[in-house]
């Protein structure tokens, strides 16, 4: 049994460079992406992502915000599955707090401009997996 979740899963989310965020498409599918490491996290509760906002998975948030994410580390054969419901956030502030002028790759229009987008992931509860064991936990 994990002796401080939060700190545990905190340092497994915090090495991973990337994580899996999954949706759910309008027939009730689960749709899985690669994403980039968070741009911030509140302990496990809360954690920010930044995206495109026409992207496919933004409107299937919309419509369902229930989500599932996923962050594995493979060296060590653990990981660990959050679930809990994501809200598209389109809030000038927000975005820039959490804009890095290195995102202009990704988003031309910087922080407030174009198609950049934050994603706002609030957990509920969540599985472990480390030593060919899982556990369950609530947030």
């Not at 401080?4 to 965020?21: A, H, R, W």
């Not at 915000?65 to 060296?75: G, I, L, M, N, Q």
């Not at 502030?93 to 002028?101: G, H, P, R």
């Amino acid at each position: 049994m994990m002796r401080n979740p939060v700190e545990t899963i905190g340092n497994l989310i915090d090495k991973q460079s990337v994580c899996f965020i999954s949706s759910v498409d309008e027939e009730g599918f689960p749709n899985t992406k690669a994403m980039l490491q968070p741009v911030k996290r509140e302990g496990i509760k809360t954690i920010y992502w930044h995206t495109n906002s026409p992207s496919q998975k933004i409107k299937q948030f919309r419509d369902n915000p229930k989500a599932c994410v996923y962050f594995c580390d493979k060296r060590f054969f653990r990981g660990v599955m959050l679930k809990g419901k994501m809200e598209v956030v389109d809030d000038l502030n927000i975005k820039k707090e959490l804009w890095k002028d290195d995102m202009t790759v990704y988003y031309s229009g910087g922080a407030d401009g174009g198609d950049f987008i934050v994603l706002k992931f609030t957990a509920e509860k969540g599985r472990y997996y480390s030593n060919f064991k899982s556990e369950d936990f609530e947030i």
